[in-house]
């Protein structure tokens, strides 16, 4: 069976343990922030050669599959 996120990497010695594509010194949290800035695919992979398109949409699916397995519950308030 294939790794489920073969391209995000968890390593103690790079960028203090994030998440990082392909075990470079891009982390997730980067690339999400550059998505939500109002990048695109295209622009992020012109700022960053070394990136590829399907870096990029694992780490979307990546940050959905978080999204999905860890939550706190927010008290409502009236």
């Not at 992979?45 to 706190?72: N, S, V």
Request: aromatic letters at 8%.
């Amino acid at each position: 069976m294939a790794k489920l996120f073969e391209r995000i990497t968890v390593n103690p010695e790079v960028c203090m343990g994030q998440p990082t594509i392909r075990g470079m010194r891009i982390t997730v949290a980067f690339v999400l922030k550059l998505l939500a800035s109002g990048m695109n695919h295209e622009e992020i992979l012109k700022a960053y050669p070394e990136l590829e398109e399907e870096d990029i949409l694992q780490t979307i699916e990546y940050a959905a599959w978080l999204a999905g397995e860890f939550h706190r519950p927010v008290p409502v308030h009236a």
